[in-house]
């Protein structure tokens, strides 16, 4: 556990100016939790008890709960939106009707009593008091016995219980593999509390925000069941089940196995148990030990045996490209409804293509830090998280999985081309939850997030957004970062000025799209007026290739930018005078007679997200007996 107590110690080390103008702080919570599980009809029972520190400058007078299993019952927010969104999630319904008349319907309106479920807190005090609470959907409101003032301390105790609903959506019994139990968002977890105040998001769709801390957790369930999860299991050599000491057996005790967990420096605690899991570990180059549990299904067994050295080599590309996995294990687990990532381990669902399995992988397990360890606030900035970890896992696809392509971007440049066009965009500002459409936050947080990262490296150069991405990390770990934080960080690495990248980019649907009005020959001189067509303002790279094969360069930087971006090794570059964005033309002078251009076009990599490149080429030979494109 070296790892994470050097990750504890730089956190706890300095305050950083951020967010808010003032000294960054967050709150801290630990959890000692024991758990009973009753396999037979999927009901536990438990103690919780919650240590809060408040770090704020503010005095709380009443905190929330997340209740996220009532979700699963026919009267909650989450059934009704999704009764009412145009394109529900399908793996949410079922169709009641015939393929010809579809008639799609809610599989949550049709859970019975048994199928549905819960989460009931049975009691509750604060430092030994009783507290007056109110169950409201999936958020418990509560009101404290005595304010906790900045700086104190308080300590929670409850006992609750909980039902285990079908699996619908991530968590759930008896999934569509098989998996007896995905133990995600199990328990009565806190909500947190910033800068910007409470964030008791009701359980409606989306992800999830949370507060740092420990948790030690004691799970007892019957002796046949196999558990991943979250955390170091303490007693190994009791429980056995793979976990104990290569060259020993543990001999059963009982009927039930108590396993105990450790969780150190974590937002979430998750957990799945079948009795027909397979537990094969392999110790990455790093040291981190990896866990593999998956259904014993002759069907699967070799994909996810070749799966395991694709998930070492993801670990080590994470691990360079943003920066060290501070845990000292992670696992990935057969579970859920696709795939979801969780503090130290993800749930996927194990029936797959072994492309779509590593895909899969590489992407949750790049939550592993574009959540798990730069845990965004996902309902309000839901792009940071899918769209980075998007960016970054396309990019360790790319090489594990020897694509070789030039631009591993290119399925997200597609999606975001879609929105774009679709006349139905909302900017990236909107809460997770408020989208008019799934499809709409679907191709906003992920596709236009992953574009925000590869356009950055447009912008600002490749080397320079590696560089961002690494101070990101370092600044940032084990804290909740904003965008405003983020393109600051770009800002001290790169010297340019990007506020206007941020606001144009997420908090407008204004597009990008430059053209190719017209080209003119002077004699020995070539004048190419460009336009500005979209709202969105850029640096523009014009490639030129003249009839001899050359290549060259003509770099028009953004006036607003006050920076220029450093040219490639190698490259043949000009730098231009600047362009102001309120003017909408610009005029390019190219030093040569127009009969030995071959061709000029705006952006050749394709990495600046222009919405229309039907007007970024000019063609010498196309267009020699027309000035204009």
């Known amino acids: 556990m070296n790892k994470i107590f050097f990750s504890l110690l730089l956190i706890t080390t300095g305050l950083l100016q951020a967010q808010n103008n003032t000294s960054y702080w967050q709150q801290h919570v630990d959890y000692t939790m024991e758990i009973d599980m009753d396999v037979e009809n999927f009901q536990y029972s438990g103690t919780q008890e919650l240590v809060y520190t408040n770090n704020s400058p503010d005095t709380l007078n009443r905190v929330f709960y997340h209740l996220f299993f009532n979700a699963f019952q026919p009267d909650s927010e989450m059934n009704a939106r999704l009764e009412s969104v145009p394109d529900p999630d399908s793996r949410m319904t079922m169709n009641k009707g015939t393929e010809e008349n579809p008639e799609i319907v809610s599989r949550i309106t049709g859970l019975s009593a048994e199928q549905q479920g819960y989460l009931k807190v049975n009691s509750l005090t604060q430092d030994g008091k009783e507290l007056q609470y109110e169950e409201v959907g999936t958020v418990l409101e509560v009101e404290l016995a005595k304010p906790i003032l900045p700086g104190e301390k308080t300590t929670f105790n409850m006992n609750f219980e909980g039902q285990v609903p079908e699996q619908i959506r991530r968590s759930g019994r008896n999934s569509s593999e098989g998996v007896a139990l995905s133990m995600s968002q199990w328990y009565p977890k806190l909500a947190e509390y910033d800068f910007q105040g409470w964030h008791a998001d009701p359980y409606i769709a989306r992800e999830f925000h949370g507060v740092w801390g420990d948790f030690d957790v004691k799970i007892t369930i019957d002796d046949e069941y196999t558990i991943g999860s979250t955390g170091y299991l303490q007693n190994p050599q009791e429980i056995g089940h793979g976990y104990e000491k290569e060259g020993t057996k543990v001999k059963s005790k009982g009927d039930t196995h108590t396993w105990h967990f450790v969780a150190p420096k974590v937002h979430d605690f998750t957990w799945a148990a079948d009795p027909d899991y397979i537990h094969d570990k392999l110790v990455a180059e790093d040291g981190t030990v990896l866990h593999f549990l998956y259904k014993d299904n002759d069907e ?43 503090a130290m381990l993800t749930l996927i669902t194990g029936e797959r293509s072994f492309e779509s399995l590593v895909g899969v992988t590489a992407h949750e397990m790049a939550h592993a830090w574009f959540q798990h360890l730069l845990a965004t606030n996902e309902s309000k900035h839901e792009w940071m998280d899918e769209g980075f970890t998007s960016y970054i896992s396309s990019e360790a696809e790319n090489i594990v999985l020897d694509k070789n392509a030039e631009n591993p971007h290119t399925g997200s440049y597609r999606g975001y081309g879609y929105l774009a066009s679709s006349g139905k965009e909302q900017p990236q500002t909107t809460h997770a939850d408020r989208y008019a459409m799934n499809a709409l936050y679907g ?7 992953a574009v925000f990262l590869a356009q950055l490296g447009y912008i600002i150069g490749e080397e320079n957004l590696a560089k961002t991405l690494n101070r990101y990390y370092d600044e940032w770990k084990f804290k909740h970062p904003t965008p405003n934080d983020f393109i600051r960080i770009a800002e001290k690495v790169s010297g340019a000025e990007l506020d206007w990248y941020l606001t144009d980019w997420t908090q407008t649907t204004n597009t990008i799209d430059y053209a190719i009005n017209s080209v003119e020959g002077e004699g020995e001189n070539t004048n190419v007026v460009l336009q500005r067509k979209g709202l969105m303002p850029m640096p ?32 043949n ?15 390019l002078e190219i030093p040569v007679a127009k009969d030995k251009i071959s061709v000029i076009e705006i952006d050749e990599s394709q990495m600046m997200a222009d919405i229309d490149r039907s007007n970024n080429k000019w063609n010498g030979s196309e267009n020699s007996s027309d000035s204009s494109n």
């Open 573 to 587: 570059r000009n730098v231009e005078k600047d362009w102001a964005w309120a003017f909408p033309g610009y005029q």
């Open 443 to 449: 191709a906003a947080a992920y596709s236009k997030g």
């Open 300 to 342: 699967i067994k070799e994909n996810w045996k070749n799966l395991q050295p694709k998930t070492a080599e993801l670990l080590y590309f994470f691990n360079e490209h943003i920066g060290p996995y501070p845990w000292d294990q992670y696992s990935v687990v057969q579970g859920g409804d696709g795939g979801m990532e969780y």
């Open 540 to 571: 523009v790279d014009v490639n030129v290739t003249y009839t001899d094969g050359s290549k060259e360069t003509f770099y028009i930087p953004l006036q607003m930018m006050r920076w220029e971006k450093p040219a490639v090794e190698g490259q």
